[in-house]
């Protein structure tokens, strides 16, 4: 029998299993990028939406509860934000800064639906779904406001067009009005979840990056800085809030597992996209996954 501090290590196993074979099979099968990106959006434009409006229209969710959970997760978050700006005492270029200070605080969604549905099943999926749902409209909005190129309203149109908060709105609000979908929906809905998973993470694992640009001392003392606010002080204050709020079983060890996950892959194409320092992002998300299969289980054995 594994001992107590071991258990969620070898729970998520199977998960970061995954994010490694679909590192290894972008270099051995050589499909290219062309396939990766297809396989990408394939993900976040079908199945996981189709995982977080499943997972919420079966749920029971304690709605009351669920209030204590996302001030948790909002804390946390803000204490990304607020010691992510640290990084400013380091020695980078502004838009340098700007590109890597988003690997903070914002969160890979693909991982921590996997970990919720392995540790707490179906209440588990619920419960991140609804904490990926209000947690990516602040997260995406800071890092584009401090990338400082795209004005507010373009962000509110973004936001909009997100097709994992428009699964968690329409999956929320069929929970609360006790819409129950036809049986041959809800299997549809199902074996898309199903998918969603494991070619989620083979998707994280091919994104993952050896090599980033060449950087002096400065900006390798930045990067380690970010990484540990990222994945050393949002937990922290995560369970510290935890206890504060006396939050328990499965909300407690989301709120936890939110706080802990690695960068979104998603910061990168921000970046690129609004002419950052993209490489840099893309080392600091692979450096976070990499870590991330390491602290992510150490923090859930010390709840």
């Not at 929906?185 to 060449?214: C, H, M, N, W, Y």
């Amino acid at each position: 029998m594994p001992t107590p501090a071991l258990a969620p290590a070898l729970a998520l196993l199977p998960d970061f299993a995954l994010i490694l074979l679909g590192a290894g099979l972008r270099r051995v099968l050589h499909l290219g990028d062309h396939f990766w990106t297809g396989l990408e959006k394939l993900v976040y434009y079908v199945l996981f939406p189709a995982l977080l409006f499943n997972g919420l229209v079966k749920a029971r969710i304690d709605w009351v509860a669920a209030g204590p959970l996302l001030a948790v997760v909002m804390g946390a978050m803000a204490t990304g934000m607020v010691l992510g700006y640290g990084a400013r005492m380091f020695r980078l270029t502004p838009m340098s800064f700007a590109s890597q200070y988003q690997c903070a605080f914002r969160f890979n969604s693909y991982i921590g639906l996997a970990v919720a549905g392995k540790l707490y099943g179906l209440p588990g999926i619920a419960a991140m779904a609804i904490v990926v749902g209000v947690m990516v409209p602040p997260a995406n909005m800071a890092a584009v406001w401090m990338l400082a190129r795209h004005g507010e309203a373009s962000v509110w149109r973004e936001l909009a067009k997100n097709p994992l908060i428009l699964a968690t709105v329409a999956g929320a609000a069929a929970n609360v009005a006790g819409f129950q979908p036809p049986e041959l929906l809800l299997q549809f809905l199902g074996r898309l979840a199903e998918a969603a998973i494991a070619l989620g993470l083979l998707a994280v694992g091919a994104g993952l990056r050896s090599t980033g640009a060449k950087v002096g001392a400065g900006a390798a003392a930045a990067a380690g800085y970010l990484l540990a606010v990222k994945l050393i002080a949002m937990p922290l204050a995560a369970l510290g809030l935890i206890r504060w709020f006396g939050l328990a079983d499965v909300y407690a060890g989301v709120a936890l597992v939110f706080a802990a996950l690695p960068t979104a892959s998603s910061a990168y194409i921000l970046a690129q996209r609004m002419g950052g320092d993209g490489q840099r992002v893309a080392w600091l998300i692979s450096v976070s996954t990499v870590l991330g299969m390491l602290t992510l289980p150490f923090w859930l054995a010390w709840r």
